[in-house]
């Protein structure tokens, strides 16, 4: 290691400094912390790291529309989700809230042809918008989708002997029952597996413990209890509105 000895000769004090203290000292501009992103540097991140097939590009067009746009995923989340799926080498997975199938899509892009995500919401009206997409992409046979409340198909999934049988699991739907989701997604998880949950930061929400709405008390909940729990690990990501990926022990 190189050294740069420096003398003052007002107190006769030397002071050794690294060549890399020096470089970091004059480049303050460099962040430790996680940046807020504004306007031209969230363009720049999407313009050189954003890979959206185009039906995945009208998809959220056409969802861009609905009073409901703000519901869907932005696009480089549903690009890290394809990316965490196949990291993980994933075969099958469960999607609690699908809205019109923009995640759905970019998960089922990143399982293997014979790859399955079994994706469960309560609204046909929204799923049936993302349903010719997905065989546009050609992986509507990848999607097992299921109409109806979501804690009724977990359990009959875990009644139907399917516990640690799951790679990965994606939740956003109704905040009041994360935990809920989380707790059947985590005995359906095979060892190793893969939970992401969604909108854990809530717009900010969740760290002004003056706002007591019932999603915002919800997702607090399930925040403090992640933390606490011992059958996992964990990583809260400030990606979106907030992205926890966890890990079954």
Known sequence: MDFLFL???KFLSLKIFTFRELFYSKHTTMSNTTLNLNAQLYDYLLKV???ESEVQKALREETAKMPEH???ISPEQGQFMRLLVQLI???N???IGVFTGYSTLSMALGLPEDGQ???LDVSEEWTNVGQK???MAGVVHKIDLRIGPALDTLQQLVAEGKEESFDFAFIDADKENYYNYYDYCLRLLRPNGLIAIDNVLWSGKVADMENAEPETLAIRDLNEKLSKDDRIDLSLLPLSDGVT???KK
């Open 49 to 51: 790291s954003l890979r």
């Open 93 to 95: 997975g469960i999607e």
């Open 117 to 119: 995500l079994i994706a």
């Open 7 to 9: 003398m003052n000769s």
């Open 133 to 135: 997409y997905w065989e």
């Open 245 to 247: 990926l966890i890990r």
């Open 70 to 72: 703000n519901m869907q």
């Open 89 to 91: 080498g994933a075969q």
